[in-house]
């Protein structure tokens, strides 16, 4: 049997995130939530970043995170999202590429409508710019982020290829998406392919705030699909109800159930086996993207057949190397710190 050509597929908003230091009184004074994501009108995008002190430009998106490590773990992956061609969509893709993931979808160019004029000088939606999103990060560690989805909103089933998404091994799909009917077309259309393929297809529950949104769809896709990550928040937010009984609920729905505990253990589950990892409890230097990169350092363990425990492990010490430093996406060798750790490292192909 022909292996497939993506190891680990990821579908998700392509967001570009602007990242810079806040402290508390910062963030009061411009309204800002702390410690959670909010979207954003464009105009409050431009505010806020007008606001920033020394602002760093990185390709973002919780499973473009994830896709970033996995690459950075020698995986074969791929990534279906929407950038429009300007700037920061250029920059997007070009990062993506860097990095040795495939970008699915080029650059979207201005539209034209009839008249022959750009579509910028017609109505704003016509002409919708690459996403981003402005993420202040405080010295305790928090991120709060606050995001203008722009043309990622338009993310659409037209944008899923076949040959991306039903040459999955392992497709994550970002809970994100379901915001926007377009996106939950898009996000369908790709696991049904994966799945139609043998590959085996999951979903990160992206926030409690989501999944509050979309409890009915997402409760649906726990049952429906092959394995689910969660942090206990969007656990208890799933079932409303606390962590014991959420996870017996998951456990009973799923077919493999992941729960990150931000700096206690992770559980894992399936079927009969419950496995649960200890965490080394860290300062973080900034926490964006330990989630993001724990489902890299897992997905990685998975597509290789590890125990459950040895791929847990694995995704906690990406998640400790992610919140060692600024930004969402690693800066060191993750299979160096498999090796270090003891872990098995497979050989890439």
């Known amino acids: ?10 579908i998700g908003n ?22 959670i994501m909010q979207l954003i009108e464009r105009d409050r995008a431009e505010a806020l970043y007008a606001a920033m002190e020394a602002p760093r430009q990185v390709p973002g998106g919780s499973v473009a995170n994830t896709m970033a490590g996995c690459g950075n773990l020698g995986l074969r992956t791929a990534f279906i ?15 993506m590429a860097e990095e040795g993931t495939v970008f699915a979808n080029p650059p979207v160019p201005a539209a034209m409508p009839a008249d022959g004029n750009p579509a910028g000088a017609g109505p704003a939606d016509r002409d919708l710019p690459t996403s981003r999103s402005m993420i202040f990060f405080s010295p305790d560690g928090e991120r709060s982020m606050n995001t203008y989805l722009g043309i990622s909103a338009e993310l659409g089933p037209e944008d899923v290829r076949a040959d991306v998404a039903g040459a999955a091994a392992i497709l994550l799909l970002e809970g994100y998406l379901y915001d926007r009917p377009a996106g939950k077309a898009a996000f369908e259309t790709a696991a049904r392919l994966t799945r139609r393929s043998g590959g085996m297809a999951g979903i990160a529950l992206s926030d409690p705030f989501c999944v509050d949104r979309h409890r009915a769809d997402f409760r649906r896709l726990v049952r429906e699909l092959d394995y689910v990550i969660g942090n206990q928040h969007e656990w208890e937010s799933l079932y409303e109800c606390g962590l014991a009984e959420a996870l017996r609920r998951a456990a009973q729905d799923c077919g493999l159930v992941v729960c990150t505990r931000s700096g206690d253990e992770v559980i894992l589950i399936r079927g009969e086996e419950r496995v649960v990892v200890p965490v080394r409890r860290l300062t973080p230097v900034d926490a964006t993207g330990a989630g993001d990169l724990f489902a890299a350092g897992f997905l990685y363990g998975l597509i290789h057949g590890m125990p459950l425990e040895t791929a847990g492990r694995m995704g906690c010490l990406a998640a400790a190397e ?24 497979a050989e890439t192909v």
């Open 81 to 95: 999202g929407r950038v429009r061609d300007d700037a920061l969509g250029r920059f997007y893709a070009g990062a």
């Open 14 to 35: 392509a967001i570009v995130d602007v990242i810079a230091p806040a402290d508390d009184a910062f963030l009061d004074r411009m309204g800002i939530a702390k410690g």
């Open 1 to 10: 049997m022909t292996a497939p050509r993506f190891q680990v597929v990821g």
């Open 322 to 345: 992610v919140i060692s430093h600024v930004g969402a996406r690693p800066e060191g060798d993750l299979r160096q710190l498999f090796r270090e750790a003891g872990l098995p490292v």
